[in-house]
């Protein structure tokens, strides 16, 4: 069964980058069926999609974030990684991978999330 | 970007009764519409997809119609574990999801 394990700091300081990485387990993040996406929620608010990744290293970034964020992915170790630089209290949230059908687009499998909030 | 709202925000409803839940796209999304559910302090989970099918373990209780912009999902019978918030979804561009709603124990 696959799974999605996100990690990384907790505890981010305001003008810094944030970096997690989600780890794949029960499947290979090259299949070309997926992409790899990057989904967050602040406090008591709505989801937000972030962006998405092909094995390959396509990449496609929302808009209003594209400026910051840089999405990288490790075949060797099954992994994809983010990286959401100068961060504020704004970028505060849960932060989930999820494995997105390259055929339909849907957010099939998602991992458990992690939060990170920013705060000096 | 596609613009997603749910209506209503809180919707109380008794155990064992139905609940129907509506989401309105701003522009046409076909039917690249998804229905979650998450509890609290968990990721969501994926209910319904192509606007009405459901995905693999969800039960027959969970329903879901629409096509365009007007979209429901309807829950019979509710059970302890429906009391959550839900959201759409649209998938046709991009990825957006709609404020949610909460379903509450009334």
């Known amino acids: 069964q696959l799974q999605l394990q996100e990690s990384g700091p907790g505890l981010v300081k305001p003008s810094e980058t944030l970096s997690l990485t989600c780890t794949v387990s029960?499947?290979?993040?090259?299949?070309?069926?997926?992409?790899w996406g990057w989904i967050r929620q602040p406090p008591g608010k709505g989801l937000e999609c972030i962006g998405n990744?092909?094995?390959?290293?396509?990449?496609y970034y929302n808009p209003s974030l594209k400026s910051r964020v840089t999405i990288s992915v490790d075949t060797s170790k099954n992994q994809f990684s983010l990286k959401l630089s100068s961060v504020t209290a704004a970028d505060t949230a849960v932060y989930y991978c999820?494995?997105?059908?390259?055929?339909?687009?849907?957010?099939?499998?998602w991992g458990q999330g992690t939060t990170v909030t920013v705060s000096s | 970007e596609i613009v997603m709202t749910q209506s209503p925000a809180t919707l109380a409803v008794s155990p064992g009764e139905r609940a129907t839940l509506s989401c309105r796209a701003s522009?046409?999304?076909?039917?690249?519409l998804a229905w979650y559910r998450q509890k609290p302090g968990q990721a969501p989970r994926l209910l319904i997809y192509?606007?009405?099918t459901r995905a693999t373990g969800i039960p027959a209780r969970f329903s879901g119609s629409g096509s365009g912009t007007e979209f429901t999902l309807t829950i019979n019978s509710l059970q302890s574990e429906d009391f959550a918030v839900y959201y759409c979804?649209?998938?046709?561009?991009?990825?957006?999801f709609g404020q949610g709603t909460k379903v509450e124990i009334k």
């Open positions: 522009q046409s999304v076909s039917s690249n």
């Open positions: 192509g606007a009405s």
């Open positions: 999820a494995r997105v059908s390259s055929v339909s687009s849907l957010m099939d499998v």
């Open positions: 029960g499947g290979s993040i090259s299949s070309s069926n997926y992409y």
């Open positions: 990744i092909y094995y390959s290293g396509t990449t």
């Open positions: 979804q649209q998938y046709n561009n991009w990825w957006t």
